[in-house]
C-alpha cells in the first residue's frame, strides 16, 4: 500500500483515481501530477516503483497543500472571518448556512433537528 502525504492510497485503483483520496487534490490536479511525474493515466498503482512513488510524493509536497496543513488554513481563514465580524462570519458563528441558502424550511444539516415550538398547534 503506497503511503502519500500521511494517506494510505489504494493499491488496487488507477493513479488518477487513488491520488484523488488526499484531501486538496481533486481529479484535474491528480491528472497534471501524473502527467508532470510522467505516469501513463492508465496506470495502477501496484504497478509502480518505489522510485515513482518517491516522485510523485515529491511533487505533491513541493507544488500543493494537501492534508493537515490545507485544513489548518481553511480554519484559520474561517477563524479570521469570524474575528473580523464579516458576514460570512457570522453565518459560521451562528452554525448557519454560509453560502446564501434558505433557512425557512430547509438547512436542517446546519441547524440541526427541528424543534417543536410549545402552542404551536390550533
Do not use: F, W
Not at 3 to 9: D, E, K, L, Q
Not at 24 to 29: C, D, E, L, Q, Y
Not at 47 to 71: F, K, M, Q
Amino acid at each position: 500500500m503506497a503511503r502519500i502525504a500521511g494517506v494510505n492510497i489504494p493499491t488496487g485503483k488507477r493513479v488518477v483515481i487513488a491520488l484523488t483520496y488526499i484531501h486538496g487534490i481533486g481529479p484535474k490536479a491528480a491528472e497534471e501530477i501524473c502527467n508532470s511525474v510522467g505516469i501513463d493515466l492508465t496506470r495502477r498503482v501496484n504497478e509502480l516503483s518505489d522510485a515513482e512513488v518517491l516522485s510523485v510524493r515529491e511533487h505533491i509536497d513541493a507544488n500543493y497543500t494537501v492534508e493537515g496543513d490545507l485544513r489548518r488554513e481553511v480554519q484559520m481563514n474561517i477563524k479570521s472571518m469570524m474575528d473580523m465580524g464579516s458576514y460570512r462570519g457570522l453565518r459560521h458563528r451562528r452554525n448557519l448556512p454560509v453560502r446564501g441558502q434558505r433557512t425557512h424550511t430547509n438547512a436542517r444539516t446546519r441547524k440541526g433537528p427541528a424543534k417543536a415550538i410549545a402552542g404551536k398547534k390550533k
